[in-house]
């Protein structure tokens, strides 16, 4: 009957009702389809870049092109027709409007080729071919050459570091290239061309499951990862739920009939989970069917459905046990909602849905060892991403279960030391 | 007559506040009274109704309902009480039925004897045609009307009732007085609080005139006006007692 009475307060409520699983599907769909881009190799948006080139020679050329073939960037090289001066570019960055302006200097290909002359006739010399490469000598001082790289201030620190290393990498490729060339003019071999491509390669290997490679993709860290969220967010309705009784009434009646406290608690525990369920089927059935027709790939549940839903009622019992507890201790919905809000963003945060943990200082990564979110996710990511088994997740869902009954079994004691007589 | 409900020097103070809610407060209640406790704002009856409901603990002393105490027999106690607040305990989405009978369900009561049950409360009180009706549609008085039928579903032995005509027209207010009176001769007793002297008056067998923590006075209604002097009613007994200062309290 409890049961019965938590469904018919909110079917009653139907505006909370389209909040509850409307909400967590525009939440997804859109964190996907922004979170998509950083997972594709190829990107429909180019990030406009500012070239300025005192160069004009082949190391500008070639870093030109290579950006250009990156598929990540757009080089722009004039303004209003204009070619753009340094200055122009540092304005222009530093006030926002491009995130990015690389300053090539002047005679960089000519300095650069000069210096490696220097070198290459240093070591051919001291191998005993210094007569023959006379007409090479050359012993002006070469100053080191710099590129500048301005950035746009509000541009993340990923970012940076990810265009830092591509230039920084893209330049060693020009210098290498130009170093064999040179070596290869000095020595005069016309026939014995140097193998210029990399020796040492590097290759993924991923998972399989039945031959196929896993994958990763946007939808599979998104989809887990905000469902997760979205199932903890029923931490503010059932909070305000609880808190209504008290402002109603209707808790004095409950707290002086017969029936325990935890059967009261069981009938919403039973309500809500069947909620978090339902959020997550529909958020999954949204990432399989609806994704695809958005230019996003479908989610992969094939052999996971089972497991990933036990993963959904566990993580939906955590989020229900915290909802309790607050519901409990909370003295109106004004305490109640807010603090449930941010609680979860706070728990999502230190859980690893927006940062993964791997990627936070030592302190935080044992921190999120205690966020039930970071259970959670773990334990999707352990089915979809790592082809884990039942017994794999044996140890989060008892840590999840375990904040379950923790959390409760708190309300129940602070609820009868506070009303015991 | 057996006493029903025992009170043995209770008190009662608040957190951060300077007075006791009750002071050393001793009463003993009879089985089949309708018993009325009078009193301004902040005299300690809603104090005491909450201790007796299992709401509120005391700070010290005792007190016992059919002989049973809560810290061995709560569950029992319970079963034989009902508890009609103050507040409109009710969700208000929900119909005057589906309140009804969720409220019964909590009491063991199931299947066609609890519909049976809330359709003859429901009639008895002029709500049958509004059984299926939200009770945020209802008038003050009719919410008051379905928050009695709430707390005395189950038959109890002993019935509290907080301020139960609080707010509601005379028409309202007669049904509910003689629904209870029927109630009483059926076997409950009814433990009453109330600012409206007259109703009060007409309907308690017995009173405890009770301010700041304390009983002033207790007895019949008759024996009250008849030993106060010049008092011609319940009113000139409860002026007499306790005064004429206003009693806004927080």
Redesign the interface.
Known sequence: ?SV??EF??LK??MGGVVTLFLMPLVLIITVTLIQDSSYKKENDVKIPILLVDYDKGNVSKTIFDNLQKSNVFSVVTSLDATPITEAVAKEAVFKGKYQLAIIIPSHLSTDLQAKIDQNVQKIVSSLGFADSLATKSNTKLVDQKEVKLYFDPAVQLSFKSGVMNGIDKMISQIETKSIYTTFQEQLGEEDAKFEQKSFITFKEIVPKINNKEIRPNSVQHNVPAWTLFAIFFIVIPLSINMVKEKT????????????SNKIVLAGKTVMYLIICLIQFYMMVAVAIFLFPHLGLPALNVEGHLILMSIVALFSGLAAIGFGILLGTIAKTQEQSAPFGATAVIILAAIGGVWVPVFAMPKIMQIIAQSSPMNWGLEAFYDVLLRNATFWDLVPELFLLFLFFVVTTTLALLYDKKK??? | MKSIIQISNLSKIYKDAEMYSLNDFSLDIKEGQIFGLLGPNGAGKTTLISILCGLVKPTSGSFSIDNLIYAKNANEIKKIIGVVPQEYALYPTLTARENLLYFGSMYGLKGTDLKEKVIDSLDFLGLLKFADKRIETFSGGMKRRVNLIAGILHNPKILFLDEPTVGVDVHSKNVIIEYLKELNKTGTTIIYTSHHLSEAQDFCTDIAIVDRGIIYAEGTPKDLIAATANARNLEDVFISLTGKELRDAI
């Open positions: 009957m019965y009475k018919l307060l009653r409520d109603q009434g209707t808790f004095i009646r409950l707290r002086t009939n017969p029936v009303r015991a007589v």
